[in-house]
């Protein structure tokens, strides 16, 4: 078996990893149980993109107990758990193609290795093995039945191939399942995202000022666990609803060249492309610490802070000081690259529970259905999100209220009105 991992001596610590995480994945550990009865991916080939991580390695785990092949590459050159990608090569013969801090090369050379296991399912997390599949192996595609797609970021790009009617295939978009982007984009990009700064900083958060820009589910989330944490937080923008929305929630809004002044921290998370640009360094606080959580490492313009650099240095471990040539210090966090994954270790599992539930039916879904769907982008159907959302209540112990008839026929009708 061909791998490419930093070192198989790691794989002990890597296995204890995966078994923590999988005491707070029921969920998925359910919907395993009834694949590893069935079967139901033997001779199925999956070629996986996703962060290397403890949850993605039980989602793996999870498959190849239902029969199916898996190779594995990260979906991101600095969120791979080196550890844990020995765990799966050593005791579970996953051929994982990952190493934390690849470089570019490297990280597609990864892609290309995974796309010669010749799979027959794509999962991606961001939709560069399909990218890389569609523009550079286009004679491999016919052999894919399907895909699915972990993040919005992905699933824009995903929705801008079929309208060009560049997709070939059908692909799932897992983001848009209620049970993952309610969950996952705003709690667990809340909670990981702090954690990353605070791990790689030692930072207090209470009384400073954090600016958060775009007021999405993962903005949300984040605005929100930093107020928690005593922060005064200020939210940027360029959607007038998502503005109005902050700051009915309690957030001061503003344009970002003018929050900048004031930051303590300033973190992105929009999926857009310099959102800290040139003018945002021209204003921005002297110390202030700068990091992204959405997915590629566009949304602070590094090359734009480059030109206005007078010289750079490695401070700790993912923090790198700018020094500007107007005597300003900046620091970055993780080069650009999302700061939960990079510094910290992810969603909790228990997020990632329903993410990868939905990731795991994805798959099913798609080798039942593949035939009927067209080369766009899908949703998982709804009844599968509320089983994964019942599951989800019933492994926490939660019970709620069940409609009963007359409140069907109630809700259903239209002659009931003023009493
Ligand atoms: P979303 O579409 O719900 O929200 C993005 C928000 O950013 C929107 O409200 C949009 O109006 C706003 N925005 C766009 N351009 C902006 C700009 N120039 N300035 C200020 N705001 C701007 O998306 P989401 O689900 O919140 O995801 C955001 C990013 O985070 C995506 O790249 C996604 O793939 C990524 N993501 C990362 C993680 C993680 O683990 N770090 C998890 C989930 C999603
Ligand atoms: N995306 C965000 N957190 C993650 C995690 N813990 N594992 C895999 N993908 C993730």
Same mark, same amino acid.
């Given at each position: 078996?061909?791998?490419?991992?930093?070192?198989?001596?790691?794989?002990?610590?890597?296995? !204890?990893?995966?078994?923590?995480?999988?005491?707070?994945?029921?969920?998925?550990? %359910?919907?395993?149980?009834?694949?590893?009865?069935?079967?139901?991916?033997?001779?199925?080939?999956?070629?996986?993109?996703?962060?290397?991580?403890?949850?993605?390695?039980? =989602?793996?785990?999870?498959?190849?107990?239902?029969?199916?092949?898996?190779?594995?590459?990260?979906?991101?050159?600095?969120?791979?758990?080196?550890?844990?990608?020995?765990?799966?090569?050593?005791?579970?013969?996953?051929?994982?193609?990952?190493?934390?801090?690849?470089?570019?090369?490297?990280?597609?050379?990864?892609?290309?290795?995974?796309?010669?296991?010749?799979?027959?399912?794509?999962?991606?997390?961001?939709?560069?093995?399909?990218?890389?599949?569609?523009?550079?192996?286009?004679?491999?595609?016919?052999?894919?039945?399907?895909?699915?797609?972990?993040?919005?970021?992905?699933?824009? !790009?995903?929705?801008?191939?079929?309208?060009?009617?560049?997709?070939?295939?059908?692909?799932?978009?897992?983001?848009?399942?209620?049970?993952?982007?309610?969950?996952?984009?705003?709690? %667990?990009?809340?909670?990981?995202? =702090?954690?990353?700064?605070?791990?790689?900083?030692?930072?207090?958060?209470?009384?400073?000022?954090?600016?958060?820009?775009?007021?999405?589910?993962?903005?949300?989330?984040?605005?929100?666990?930093? !107020?928690?944490?005593?922060?005064?937080?200020?939210?940027?923008?360029?959607?007038?609803?998502?503005?109005?929305?902050?700051?009915?929630?309690?957030?001061?809004?503003?344009?970002?060249?003018?929050?900048?002044?004031?930051?303590?921290?300033?973190?992105?998370?929009? %999926?857009?492309?310099?959102?800290?640009?040139?003018?945002?360094?021209?204003?921005?606080?002297?110390?202030?610490?700068?990091?992204?959580?959405?997915?590629?490492?566009?949304?602070?313009?590094?090359?734009?802070?480059?030109?206005?650099?007078?010289?750079?240095?490695?401070?700790?471990?993912?923090?790198?000081?700018?020094?500007?040539?107007? %005597?300003?210090?900046?620091?970055?966090?993780?080069?650009? !690259?999302?700061?939960?994954?990079?510094?910290?270790?992810?969603?909790?599992?228990?997020?990632?529970?329903?993410?990868?539930?939905?990731?795991?039916?994805?798959?099913?879904?798609?080798?039942?259905?593949?035939?009927?769907?067209?080369?766009?982008?899908?949703?998982?159907?709804?009844?599968?999100?509320?089983?994964?959302?019942?599951?989800?209540?019933?492994?926490?112990?939660?019970?709620?209220?069940?409609?009963?008839?007359?409140?069907?026929?109630? =809700?259903?009708?239209?002659?009931?009105?003023?009493?």
């Amino acid at each position: 078996m061909q791998y490419d991992i930093k070192n198989i001596k790691l794989a002990e610590e890597g296995l !204890r990893k995966i078994n923590w995480a999988k005491k707070d994945m029921p969920v998925l550990q %359910g919907i395993a149980e009834n694949f590893k009865k069935k079967k139901i991916f033997k001779k199925v080939t999956i070629g996986a993109c996703l962060h290397v991580t403890a949850e993605t390695a039980n =989602l793996i785990i999870a498959l190849k107990e239902g029969g199916a092949n898996v190779a594995l590459c990260a979906s991101n050159p600095f969120s791979t758990q080196d550890d844990v990608a020995a765990a799966l090569v050593k005791y579970y013969k996953v051929p994982v193609f990952a190493i934390k801090g690849e470089n570019t090369k490297k990280y597609f050379s990864h892609i290309n290795a995974v796309l010669d296991a010749k799979p027959n399912i794509t999962m991606d997390d961001g939709a560069d093995l399909l990218s890389v599949l569609h523009s550079e192996r286009p004679k491999q595609v016919g052999n894919v039945k399907g895909g699915t797609e972990e993040t919005t970021t992905g699933v824009t !790009r995903l929705r801008a191939m079929a309208k060009e009617k560049a997709l070939h295939y059908p692909v799932i978009a897992v983001n848009d399942s209620m049970t993952k982007h309610f969950f996952d984009n705003r709690y %667990g990009t809340g909670q990981s995202t =702090l954690d990353g700064i605070i791990r790689a900083t030692n930072k207090l958060i209470a009384g400073s000022v954090f600016v958060v820009a775009g007021y999405g589910w993962c903005g949300k989330g984040l605005a929100m666990r930093a !107020r928690g944490m005593g922060a005064n937080v200020i939210v940027t923008e360029i959607d007038p609803v998502k503005a109005i929305e902050a700051s009915m929630d309690g957030f001061r809004v503003m344009k970002m060249t003018d929050a900048a002044r004031e930051a303590d921290f300033i973190c992105t998370v929009t %999926g857009n492309t310099s959102v800290v640009s040139i003018d945002v360094f021209k204003t921005i606080k002297d110390g202030c610490i700068v990091s992204n959580s959405g997915h590629f490492d566009v949304e602070i313009d590094l090359p734009a802070l480059a030109k206005i650099t007078k010289q750079k240095k490695v401070l700790r471990n993912m923090v790198e000081e700018y020094e500007l040539k107007n %005597g300003k210090k900046i620091f970055v966090l993780a080069e650009g !690259r999302l700061v939960n994954l990079s510094c910290a270790e992810g969603h909790p599992s228990s997020v990632m529970d329903m993410s990868f539930a939905n990731q795991a039916l994805a798959v099913e879904y798609i080798l039942k259905n593949y035939k009927n769907l067209s080369c766009e982008v899908h949703i998982l159907p709804e009844v599968l999100d509320r089983k994964i959302a019942v599951l989800k209540l019933k492994s926490l112990g939660i019970r709620i209220d069940t409609l009963t008839k007359r409140q069907e026929k109630y =809700l259903s009708g239209w002659r009931e009105g003023t009493i």
